[in-house]
């Protein structure tokens, strides 16, 4: 007989795939970070130019400085909402 006919199906138990993935910790690869929104990522930049009580120089902000221009422009109104928030 042909051992390739006799193929046994064995069910997969995805609680103990879990419970092995906790144990190994995390690995390279894997689940992809969850990316910022604009509106995460200009209050994050805002919280943290506000901390310092240096705000008016904002724009200086390493992350901010990293995207491209229309990037920075969708985060640069969402910033200067905040601050007419604060201010009115």
């Known amino acids: 007989m042909n051992n390739k006919n006799n193929i046994t199906m064995t069910k ?12 190994l910790g995390p690995q390279e690869g894997g689940w992809a970070t969850p990316t910022m929104t604009n509106q995460q990522i200009a209050h994050k930049i805002y919280t943290k130019w506000q901390d310092k009580s240096d705000l008016k120089n904002w724009k ?6 990293s995207f491209d221009r ?16 604060d201010y009115f």
């Open 12 to 23: 997969f138990n995805l609680t103990k795939y879990y419970n092995n993935e906790e144990k």
């Open 60 to 65: 200086h902000d390493e992350e901010y400085n």
């Open 70 to 85: 229309a990037k920075q422009n969708a985060i640069h109104d969402i910033i200067n909402n905040f601050i007419r928030q």
